[in-house]
């Protein structure tokens, strides 16, 4: 059994935020989009694990600006317990510089009610969500 610290960022750009399809091959949720983001090495700041994975997995720089939803859950086998740290990230880069790394098969820019049709975990929904409404304007 094992424990880990994954990072994942929403960006907000131009009314949109950036979701990554998990490849096919990936054991754990193939298929499934989800924020980018990734793994905190043992030592490692985590918004500077969360730079390092944005420009890993789609080459993009980001700023990270402040966490706003922490979850945990336990792999189906038991073995791994995974507690994910959600924060705010400011575009730093051109959004045309997107370059997916082999873990991810394809990207979306969507809108708080594009992520009703995706395959998206519900935590992950509930993220996005969450992050887009704080982002928000009400209209009167």
């Given at each position: ?31 499934y989009?989800?924020?980018?983001g ?9 918004g ?64 708080e ?28």
């Amino acid at each position: 059994m094992y424990q880990k610290i994954v990072c994942t960022g929403f960006i907000y750009h131009q009314g949109k935020t950036l979701i990554v399809q998990r490849s096919l091959q990936e054991t754990f949720l193939p298929g499934y989009y989800e924020l980018p983001g990734g793994k905190v090495d043992f030592g490692e700041d985590p918004g500077d694990a969360l730079k390092r994975e944005f420009r890993e997995e789609v080459n993009l720089n980001v700023e990270v600006i402040k966490p706003y939803k922490i979850f945990s859950y336990v792999s189906e086998n038991g073995n791994r317990h995974t507690v994910e740290i959600v924060y705010q990230v400011q575009l730093t880069d051109d959004p045309g510089n997107i370059r997916l790394s082999k873990d991810h098969s394809a990207y979306q820019w969507i809108s708080e009610n594009d992520a009703h049709h995706y395959l998206i975990s519900e935590e992950t929904k509930d993220s996005i969500l969450r992050r887009f409404k704080a982002v928000l304007p009400i209209n009167i």
